[in-house]
């Protein structure tokens, strides 16, 4: 929350609560009081004025259904993104044929995998099953955390016997900061100039178990980490190759 009734509560006053040993007292209070003056003043109203429009303007003029397609030349935009995420000349409608094959792989594979595991119901009741039953979940999210540690550790010598170049900026594995934990995904990466950030969720039970390698693989390495550390590193490329956002893929587009 950015519109907080003190000044205090703000997250940018969290800067203020704690000072290196080389401020004094007094250097400590002039600058609590200028940064709650701040906050109260220009912080706090420039929030409620952009709730406000998002709300009142924003939001109402916002399409009612989900879709780049509903756009002016939405179609033809759509094919430009799908061209340059895929780096392939399949069209739209293709890729979204592509998908609808793999939902019925994938979903073949489930079915499978419940009678290979005997359970006893449908497959609703069994996605029920792995969405509540405690043996999928950690407690703590520190236990989550150390395990998704841990898991990428075990990736990352495989990577070596697969790829011919690995990318010398190192990732690390962080947890997403308590306070956007509940609107953000289950994880993402985050590129920062001396190593490839890959948020793991919090709490614990945003998280199961079954997850873990996937999301480690996609989030850190190979996926996110290799392509884009890897396309920063290309320093005979002009800047906008190497930090344009290709991922070589369409996502969330709403083709």
Request: hydrophobic letters at 35%; charged letters at 25%.
């Amino acid at each position: 929350m950015q519109i907080v009734p003190r000044p205090q509560e703000s997250l940018f006053f969290k800067p203020f609560k704690r000072f290196p040993d080389r401020i004094g007292q007094e250097d400590r209070n002039r600058l609590s009081a200028e940064a709650k003056q701040v906050i109260t003043e220009h912080v706090i109203p420039s929030y409620r004025k952009l709730h406000r429009f998002f709300t009142t303007e924003y939001l109402p003029a916002c399409c009612d259904r989900v879709g780049a397609w509903q756009m002016s030349d939405g179609k033809p935009m759509c094919a430009v993104r799908t061209r340059r995420f895929t780096t392939t000349d399949m069209t739209p409608q293709q890729i979204h044929e592509l998908g609808l094959r793999e939902v019925r792989r994938i979903r073949g594979q489930m079915e499978e995998i419940i009678k290979q595991v005997e359970f006893r119901g449908s497959f609703e009741e069994f996605l029920q099953f792995l969405r509540t039953d405690s043996r999928f979940y950690y407690d703590e999210p520190q236990q989550l955390l150390q395990a998704y540690r841990a898991n990428c550790k075990r990736i990352d010598p495989t990577l070596v016997a697969l790829f011919g170049t690995l990318p010398r900026i190192p990732y690390s594995v962080e947890p997403i900061p308590v306070h956007i934990a509940p609107d953000t995904t289950t994880a993402y990466d985050r590129r920062l100039p001396s190593r490839h950030v890959f948020r793991e969720p919090v709490p614990a039970r945003d998280a199961p178990k079954y997850e873990m390698e996937a999301i480690s693989i996609h989030e850190a390495a190979p996926r996110h980490h290799l392509q884009i550390a890897l396309a920063m590193e290309l320093n005979e490329l002009p800047q906008f190759r190497r930090y344009g956002g290709y991922t070589a893929f369409v996502e969330g587009w709403g083709l």
